[in-house]
């Protein structure tokens, strides 16, 4: 099983910038998908970000232009570098990991002010 640690949340104003990190354990991370959903109070839990073994990327049409996905296999990492962020965006952040097993992390709270 893949153990997924996510880190960067925290509690911004609108128009700052985050980083989330989700660091894999386990083999097999460049030929996973890896990627970002997130969850709102009251919401269901919605795609934010995926990003293919083969670096494709799929983002959310709510989030193009101010966010973007990347991994880092040599650290088995995979980031969300959030820019320009709204009130809109606080949810709690989750790191998705599909490979030979699927896994979730324990994910992380991104609160934005207005």
């Known amino acids: 099983q893949v153990q997924l640690a996510e880190s960067g949340g925290g509690l911004v104003q609108a128009g700052e910038s985050l980083r989330l990190s989700c660091a894999a354990s386990?083999?097999?991370?460049?030929?996973?998908?890896l990627g970002w959903y997130r969850q709102a109070p009251g919401k269901q839990r919605e795609l934010v970000a995926l990003?293919?073994?083969?670096?494709?990327?799929q983002l959310a049409n709510s989030v193009k232009g101010r966010f973007a996905i990347s991994r880092d296999n040599a650290k088995g990492t995979v980031y969300l570098q959030m820019n320009n962020l709204k009130p809109e965006d606080t949810a709690i952040y989750y790191c998705?990991?599909?490979?030979?097993?699927?896994?979730w992390g324990q994910g992380t709270q991104v609160t934005v002010s207005s």
């Open positions: 998705y990991y599909h490979g030979s097993v699927d896994s």
């Open positions: 990003i293919a073994r083969n670096y494709i990327t």
């Open positions: 386990g083999s097999g991370f460049s030929l996973a998908t």
